[in-house]
Nanobody
Framework: QVQLQESGGGMVLPGDSLRLACAASGPSFSNRAVAWFRQAPAEERTFIGKISGSGRSTNYADSVKGRFTISRDNTKNTVYLQLNTLKPEDTAVYYC??????????????????WGQGTQVTVSS
């Protein structure tokens, strides 16, 4: 079973950037698609985007398209989420999650079977 750990969160000003990392341990990480989700207080966990096991395919929610970018380095067993032009409404706990297959159409949390503990991103002036 793969285990995931997010890092890189923090408190930033509106307009700033952050890069989150999702480090994985366990077998065959490059064979698993990885998604990022976020959850603000009192809200549901929502899909941000996902990347295929190879890293060649990505897919994003319309709300973040053009501002957020997902990449991965399978030699380091790590997936990244680059957050640009951050807004106060981006404040949330950010989670990475792995699917069982190299690609998935799933955008709901139920489509992923391994989760990290999350990292807090706060955007405030």
């Amino acid at each position: 079973q793969v285990q995931l750990q997010e890092s890189g969160g923090g408190m930033v000003l509106p307009g700033d950037s952050l890069r989150l990392a999702c480090a994985a341990s366990g077998p065959s990480f490059s064979n698993r698609a990885v998604a990022w989700f976020r959850q603000a207080p009192a809200e549901e966990r929502t899909f941000i985007g996902k990347i295929s096991g190879s890293g060649r395919s990505t897919n994003y929610a319309d709300s973040v398209k053009g501002r957020f970018t997902i990449s991965r380095d399978n030699t380091k067993n790590t997936v990244y989420l680059q957050l640009n032009t951050l807004k106060p409404e981006d404040t949330a706990v950010y989670y990475c999650a792995a699917a069982q297959l190299p690609w998935t159409t799933a955008t709901a949390p139920a489509g992923y079977d391994a989760w990290g503990q999350g990292t807090q991103v706060t955007v405030s002036s």
